[in-house]
Nanobody, 119 residues
Framework: QVQVVESGGGLVQPGGSLRLSCAVS????????VGWYRQGSGEPRELVAN???????NYANSVKGRFTISRDNAKNTVYLQMNSLKPEDTAVYYC?????????????WGQGTQVTVSS
């Protein structure tokens, strides 16, 4: 069983920055993708950014140019650097590990970390 633990959330003023961390119990470079999702109050969960096994990245249009996803394979950790935060970025942020083995899809989720952007 893959364990996923997020950290780094908190309260920040508009325009501020936060860095989220996602620690994974297995080698992150072996998975198809590791990504960050978020879910605002009353909203569906949405993809924020992910990083694929080969290192390529994808971002939601709403965060392009402000958020950066990166990974440290030696630490099995994925980061989400969030700059120029806006109130609409307020949500619970979840880390997801996605894999495919023998034709079966696997998804592992962390418990989530709250990010609140408010003055």
């Amino acid at each position: 069983q893959v364990q996923v633990v997020e950290s780094g959330g908190g309260l920040v003023q508009p325009g501020g920055s936060l860095r989220l961390s996602c620690a994974v119990s297995s080698s992150i470079s072996s998975f198809v993708a590791v990504g960050w999702y978020r879910q605002g109050s009353g909203e569906p969960r949405e993809l924020v950014a992910n990083i694929l096994s080969g290192g390529s990245t994808n971002y939601a249009n709403s965060v392009k140019g402000r958020f950066t996803i990166s990974r440290d394979n030696a630490k099995n950790t994925v980061y989400l650097q969030m700059n120029s935060l806006k109130p609409e970025d307020t949500a619970v942020y979840y880390c997801n590990v996605h894999d495919v083995r023998r034709g079966l899809r696997y998804d592992y989720w962390g418990q989530g970390t709250q990010v609140t952007v408010s003055s």
